[in-house]
């Protein structure tokens, strides 16, 4: 399936898109690759863009006292973009890694604030977009308050095995709030 036929797929789901409306919003659609390594943006730059993995992974981190701390990962099939400073017009507070190499559909975000304009069902969709991006949140704090750190790796494991087998040891212990060490021991447990 071609891949802007996936994201409509995707958010068609919450309500049919107009095919006037795909029509405006897939014209801006620029595919891009990037390297394991690369950035999609830094923190302290401004994000206009939403970006949807095709291919590959990211991470989203922030600094503080010269540490890094790592606070999501996206994975393919899923909207990725610095979400506050896209909102909020400010600065990014983090910063958006590839961790591997990684193939994304970009578009403007203003083409779909120009499309919330235009009609009750365009402005489902984006709530709709926003709510999903919550409840993401709102599980991951739940998790760090209420779960182990082996249940925190064990979930996100069976969420995407391959990928999380692909992240490093120091970007994963840093998501799941643990020390490197503690994660090799998790990990040694699962495999006895």
């Keep these: 399936m071609p891949h802007a036929q ?9 309500i049919p898109i107009e095919d006037d409306d795909w029509e405006k919003l897939s014209a801006n659609f620029k595919h891009r690759s990037f390297k394991k390594g690369d950035l999609l943006i830094r ?21 503080h006292d010269d540490k ?13 973009t610095a979400y506050y400073s896209l909102i909020t017009n400010e600065p990014s507070l983090v910063t958006i890694e590839f961790i591997e190499n990684t193939e994304v559909i970009s578009f403007p975000y203003r083409d779909i604030e120009n499309l919330h ?65 503690s994660l090799s021991r998790i ?3 699962r495999l006895s």
């Design 68 to 80: 890094e701390y790592t606070i999501e990962f996206f994975f393919e099939g899923e909207f990725v």
């Design 6 to 14: 996936r994201i409509r797929m995707m958010l068609g789901s919450f």
């Design 187 to 189: 990990r040694k447990k």
């Design 117 to 181: 304009k235009t009609s009750l069902e365009n402005n489902i969709v984006g709530r709709k977009m926003a709510e999903m991006h919550y409840i993401k949140r709102l599980r991951r704090e739940m998790e760090l308050l209420s779960l182990t750190a082996e249940e925190r790796y064990n979930k996100l494991l069976d969420k995407n095995p391959t990928m999380v087998s692909n992240i490093s040891v120091k970007h994963l212990s840093s998501y799941l709030g643990i020390h490197p060490e």
């Design 43 to 63: 923190e302290g730059e401004h994000e206009t863009y939403m970006n949807f993995l095709i291919k590959g992974a990211t991470r989203n981190f922030f600094m």
